[in-house]
């Protein structure tokens, strides 16, 4: 079946570092690709998503480009903040349902 | 109130308690989903609903009981529940269920605790 692989956390940064969460993927066909964040005592919230062989998904400076290739939608950020102290999920929807990675927490410190 | 609502926030009961988990959207979609979050595990998929039918239930115990009397709101029934049961129960709404509409819009979760 489907599965997600992250890396395992916690990510530790400064304030301002070079942020990359790796995630490779096994599915079958082309699916969506997807990276969640959750904050803490919060639920999960849509980051960005990419739904076709290299696309880029982008928002609020993170970025993550669909790679079939590699199997891989690794997620970047050039210069992270404290406020982007989060736990980040990969996951994709293939033909059948949503399938999740385990999760990799970033703790940025200033 | 707007989004994926989701009471209690927190709920602590014994193995031989009843209690139920209510979830609500005010998106407008037809497809909501409970999901079980454990540490250091991947989310696990419990159950999905689409158009208040039942079209997944990833071989959740039966102590486990959900109800969807509309679009807008999702229930999970609990009972006779077991300790390794302790998790964040989360909520989440789509559109629809199909691969063209396939983001889920979270809610902010139930942490259960069973004693």
């Known amino acids: 079946g489907d599965s997600v692989t992250q890396m395992e956390g916690p990510v530790t940064l400064s304030e301002e570092a070079f942020l990359t969460i790796n995630c490779t993927y096994t599915a079958t066909g082309y699916p969506s690709l997807f990276w969640y964040v959750q904050y803490p005592g919060e639920g999960l919230q849509l980051l960005l998503k990419a739904t076709k062989a290299d696309d880029k998904g982008s928002n609020k400076g993170f970025e993550a480009t669909y790679r079939k290739e590699t199997t891989s939608f690794h997620l970047e950020k050039g210069s992270v903040q404290v406020s982007d102290s989060a736990v980040y999920f990969c996951?994709?929807?293939?033909?059948?349902?949503?399938?999740f990675g385990t999760g990799t927490k970033l703790q940025v410190i200033p | 109130e707007t989004g994926v609502t989701q009471t209690p926030r927190h709920l602590v009961m014994g193995m031989t308690n009843k209690k139920s988990l209510k979830c609500e959207q005010h998106?407008?979609?037809?497809?909501m989903y409970w999901y079980k979050q454990s540490a250091k595990k991947p989310l696990e998929l419990m159950f999905v609903y689409n158009f208040k039918e039942q079209t997944e239930n990833n071989s959740v115990p039966s102590r486990f009981s959900p109800e969807c009397p509309n679009s807008s709101h999702l229930f999970l029934h609990l009972h006779t529940l077991q300790p390794e049961d302790s998790a964040l129960y989360l909520c989440a709404s789509s559109q629809d269920y199909t691969p063209s509409t396939d983001t889920q819009y979270f809610g902010p979760g139930t942490r259960l605790t069973v004693l």
């Open positions: 996951a994709l929807r293939g033909n059948q349902k949503v399938t």
């Open positions: 998106l407008g979609h037809n497809a």
